[in-house]
């Protein structure tokens, strides 16, 4: 009988002893309804809160039009240079007519992909990003459909695109884990694009608007992302800050104000920074416990990472930090070594902080007649209380 199997691990300088938090305890408490926080560097998610609660995306909706765009120019079907015409629906729902967030783009008017790239980072423009979604799909319900495609394929399992500016629509909506998780992909994967997030303006039409980020004058090391407000909502960010050597990304959603908005955000990554220290809890190949098996010569198998275990802990509330050994057991027998076993779970309180599989340190052979029998009998016996 194959069931889920638990185990805690010690580590070097703390004890991870498995222990059960108090539910949605949090290390540190924000006012966002919807958060999430991750250190591009070692994977750990620092804040957790409401993470996949879906709400909808008003401008940060922009972000995934990026991607499709990005990635249309990594792939060489669009050029920077390419013009994309302006509609007179690109115009008025979008436009200078439309009372929303515009480049002030001519209706009419063709205007080069990275103006109008430059437009929807930067002034949050809904004419560029209608512009783009009919240049590359011919209309925007296309478009929107390839955006949707594209967060599939990236994992992005809940969020859902229906226009291509993130204007309310039934049915759009995404999660603060999975919009932190396109902004670090956005990062990592289109460095020769990523910079537009970071510009302080941008002039068309002989309009200059400055970046709506707010963080970005702030001197905190921020160079992206977007912000998004709906009346339904409240008001969103997804933000980047780097320095001392690190990258956080964070997604925060139902905040109440822009001021509000712009002070949490800028606490939140400040924590983020400040709050940590790095340790390595397990060395390359370092056994860290030992999975059952199921009728081997030998009743259980060293388990071990293939790479050195290293997370972010907490100055203040270092004993939050646990982990256990999770895997379907016990283990049939033989056993290879190098076998991946399960994974080592790392919590921060009640976060799921980072997850790394977890591998054979070593080959079990099958075991006698005997041994299988008596295994056998042992699982007949106990196996269904798992």
Known sequence: M??????????????LAFM????NAQ?????????YMIDAGTGTVLLSKNPDSPFPPASIAKLMTMEVVFDALKGGRVSLEDGFYISEHAW?????????????AEVTSTVPLEALIRGAVIQSANDACIAIAEGMAGSEESFAGLMTQRARRL????????NA???????????????????????????????????????????????????LPMEIGADGLK???????????????????????????????????????????????????MRTLFAEGEVIGAASVYGGAKSSVAVQPAKPVAILVPL?????????????????????????????QIRLGDTLSREVPVYAGEPVARGTLHQRAFDAVGELLIGWMR
């Open 2 to 15: 194959v069931s889920r199997f638990c185990q805690s691990v010690l580590a070097a300088f703390v004890l």
């Open 155 to 162: 994992g992005l399992e809940k969020s859902t695109f229906v």
């Open 27 to 35: 290390l540190f408490e924000t006012k966002a309804k919807q958060a």
């Open 316 to 344: 203040t509330e270092p004993e939050r930090l646990s982990a256990r050994i999770v895997y379907e057991g016990p283990v049939p027998a033989p056993v290879e070594e190098g076998a991946e076993i399960g994974t080592l």
């Open 227 to 277: 912000t998004g407000y709906t009346e339904e909502s409240g008001y969103a960010i997804v933000a980047s800050i780097a320095r001392q050597g690190r990258r956080l990304f964070l997604t925060l959603g139902g905040l109440e104000s822009e001021r509000e908005r712009a002070e949490e955000a800028r606490k939140v990554l400040d924590w983020g920074m400040r709050g940590f220290e």
């Open 92 to 104: 008025r729902t979008g436009g200078a007519v439309s009372g929303t967030a515009t480049m002030f």
């Open 20 to 23: 059960p938090a108090e539910a």
């Open 165 to 215: 500016t993130g204007l309310p629509a039934e049915g759009q909506q995404v999660t603060a884990r999975e919009m932190t998780s396109l902004a670090q992909h956005i990062w990592r994967e289109y460095p020769a694009y990523y910079g537009y997030f970071s510009e302080p303006d941008f002039e068309w039409n002989g309009i200059r608007q400055r970046n709506r980020n707010p963080l």
